[in-house]
């Protein structure tokens, strides 16, 4: 955070989701969140709203505006990481109250975006952690609003193997199409990939330390998380993913990263390779994540939440 002004503005879209719900939590402390919409990923639409404001209101942020946007990809059929997820799409913790209806007046999250991002002063970051399809129809539906936008920064695709099929990570494969929209929106786009977030485990032993946080948030975190580590399949005895908490990260602290810039291809044809990711010359170029120091995170991760 630059001394003597406030943590850069950050609009959030994202699928809660166990670590989405980490990246809101890190997000609120890190950056100057100005609102979270939602997409339907790791759970149907209606779950992923919810969840949100589930978070909110147990981190005692309800004042965060949350939107909910798509429930389905632009092209295809939802496909949902229930079997991580839950069938909540945040199961591991009873929350109990649920979140007061949503005060907003039923403005969906384009129009909210729109509204929103007419009135920013100065170009915002946009970070995604979810399936792309809210950011690709907003550019598309808005593509007067770019403008207003400095990066997209999106936790999505592999340079390496993926993690629903051997080819594709999970947000590039619910919506191949939107991420190759948003890689060739003409805004600069920063991607941290799974190759990327699968060097940065967070080990079992240590989601006793979500317990020492105070409030509900510490007992919230550290249930989800033994949820989590016991369903995520890329958990392992070195422990468990965060995946979508280094597109905040990185944001907040590009310099943990090592980034190459990428003329990238999805595959949105061959239904083998769905959602894949290659290096093909003269294809938009993507700032991309390759290495991150992981030290760097876990301790601005522990630093960001206990401050
Ligand atoms: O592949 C990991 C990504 O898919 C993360 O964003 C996780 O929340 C799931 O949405
Ligand atoms: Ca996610």
Redesign the pocket.
């Known amino acids: 955070m630059t001394s003597g002004r406030l943590p850069r503005p950050v609009y959030l879209d994202?699928?809660?989701?166990?670590?989405?719900a980490l990246?809101l939590l890190a997000a609120l402390r890190a950056v100057t969140v100005r609102g979270v919409t939602t997409v339907a990923?790791?759970q149907r639409g209606e779950l992923t709203f919810l969840n949100a404001r589930r978070v909110l209101r147990v981190a005692g942020r309800t004042e965060v505006a949350v939107r909910r946007g798509y429930d389905q990809p632009l092209l295809r059929r939802l496909v949902t990481?229930e079997q991580?997820?839950g069938a909540s799409g945040l199961d591991g913790y009873h929350f109990q109250p649920e979140p007061e209806p949503s005060p907003d007046d039923g403005m969906g999250a384009m129009e909210w975006l729109d509204h929103r991002l007419a009135a920013e002063p100065d170009p915002v970051d946009w970070v995604a952690?979810?399936?792309l399809t809210n950011v690709a129809a907003f550019l598309l539906g808005h593509p007067h609003r770019k403008r207003q936008l400095k990066q997209i920064t999106f936790?999505?695709g592999?340079l390496g193997a993926?993690?629903?099929t051997p080819y594709a990570?999970?947000?590039t494969?619910?919506d191949p199409e939107a991420t190759a929209l948003v890689l060739s929106s003409g805004l600069p786009v920063a991607m941290v990939g799974?190759d990327v977030?699968l060097k940065a485990l967070l080990a079992h032993g240590d989601i006793d330390r979500f317990l020492r946080l105070p409030g509900e948030v510490g007992a919230m975190l550290f249930g989800l998380f033994r949820f989590f580590g016991g369903h995520e399949p890329?958990a392992n005895a070195g422990g468990m993913?965060v995946?979508?908490v280094l597109?905040v990260a990185a944001v907040a602290h590009p310099e943990f990263f090592r980034w190459q810039d990428v003329p990238l291809r999805v595959e949105c044809r061959d239904p083998e390779r769905r959602g894949a990711m290659t290096r093909v010359e003269g294809f938009p170029v993507t700032r991309v994540a390759v290495e991150v120091d992981v030290k760097a995170f876990f301790d601005w991760l522990w630093r960001t939440l206990e401050g």
Do not use: I, Q, R
């Open positions: 994202m699928d809660p989701g166990h670590d989405d990246a990923g790791n990481a991580v997820h952690t979810g399936p936790m999505g592999s993926g993690n629903v990570e999970f947000n494969y619910v799974l977030t890329s993913p995946h979508d597109a």
